[in-house]
């Protein structure tokens, strides 16, 4: 069975950094491909960053692109979202996302993915 658990968020001020850990199991990471999404206050759940599966590939939306980081550990077993220089904006429930078999080239489409996390709230103040 696979499941996917997010941690790492908080409260920080604006400027800030945070890093988000998705842990997985029943599955081995760098088989899947992998994304971060995030959902805003009124806001439609929207993709951050995302890997091709084993790393291969690393897309950013424009929003985050210079200020995040996606990575993996495929010994942890377990997929990280570094964020620098944390704005308002970014304050939002963040979801980590899998998908098994063949990875599209549309890596931040949530109908991409067929496993979703619970996800972590991250709120930046100013």
Same mark, same amino acid.
């Given at each position: 069975?696979?499941?996917?658990?997010?941690?790492?968020?908080?409260?920080?001020?604006?400027?800030?950094?945070?890093?988000?850990?998705?842990?997985?199991?029943?599955?081995?990471?760098?088989?899947?491909?992998?994304?971060?999404?995030?959902?805003?206050?009124?806001?439609?759940?929207?993709?951050?960053?995302?890997?091709?599966?084993?790393?291969?590939?690393?897309?950013?939306?424009?929003? %985050?692109?210079?200020?995040?980081? %996606?990575?993996?550990?495929? %010994?942890?077993?377990?997929?990280?979202?570094?964020?620098?220089?944390?704005?308002?904006?970014?304050?939002?429930?963040?979801?980590?996302?899998?998908?098994?078999?063949?990875?599209?080239?549309?890596?931040?489409?949530?109908?991409?993915?067929?496993?979703?996390?619970?996800?972590?709230? %991250?709120?930046?103040?100013?």
């Amino acid at each position: 069975q696979v499941q996917l658990v997010e941690s790492g968020g908080g409260s920080v001020q604006a400027g800030g950094s945070l890093r988000l850990s998705c842990a997985a199991s029943g599955y081995s990471i760098s088989t899947f491909c992998m994304g971060w999404f995030r959902q805003g206050p009124g806001k439609e759940r929207e993709g951050v960053a995302a890997m091709g599966a084993g790393g291969t590939r690393t897309v950013y939306d424009d929003s %985050v692109k210079g200020r995040f980081t %996606v990575s993996q550990d495929n %010994v942890k077993n377990t997929m990280y979202l570094e964020m620098n220089s944390l704005k308002p904006e970014d304050t939002a429930m963040y979801y980590c996302a899998a998908r098994s078999g063949a990875c599209p080239w549309w890596l931040l489409r949530q109908s991409t993915y067929n496993y979703w996390g619970q996800g972590t709230q %991250v709120t930046v103040s100013s």
